[in-house]
């Protein structure tokens, strides 16, 4: 099992970055792919972006190719989502989640495990 804990949200004025980590706690961290999620209100969970066991596949949904970015780094159990040019539509609870499959997923039932998630407010 893995233990996932997200920190680095806040309140951002539009076009602003932020920086969100997911900390890892458990065994065989670099066993798992990585995935991002994020939801708003009165809205479903949405994919925001994945990154395979070895940091070698990366990929981003839509709504943030070209302004996200994930990383993830092994030796400190730890996954990133680079938030740049961000806008009031991005704000949502985010939230980090593993699983062991070889090839991550964009579906939120793809993911074993979640973290509590972290609040991001784009004031525009």
């Known amino acids: 099992q893995v233990q996932l804990v997200e920190s680095g949200g806040g309140l951002v004025q539009a076009g602003g970055s932020l920086r969100l980590s997911c900390a890892a706690s458990?065994?065989?961290?670099?066993?798992?792919?990585m995935g991002w999620f994020r939801q708003a209100p009165g809205k479903e969970r949405e994919f925001v972006c994945f990154?395979?066991?070895?940091?070698?596949?990366?990929y981003c949904g839509d709504s943030a190719k070209g302004r996200f970015t994930i990383s993830r780094d092994n030796a400190k159990n730890t996954v990133y989502l680079q938030m740049n040019s961000l806008k009031p539509e991005d704000t949502a609870n985010y939230y980090c989640?593993?699983?062991?499959?070889?090839?991550?997923?964009?579906?939120?039932?793809?993911?074993?495990?979640w973290g509590q998630g972290t609040q991001v407010i784009v004031s525009s």
């Open positions: 989640a593993a699983d062991r499959a070889l090839v991550p997923g964009t579906e939120a039932s793809e993911y074993n495990y």
């Open positions: 458990g065994r065989a961290f670099s066993m798992y792919s």
């Open positions: 990154i395979n066991w070895s940091g070698g596949r990366t």
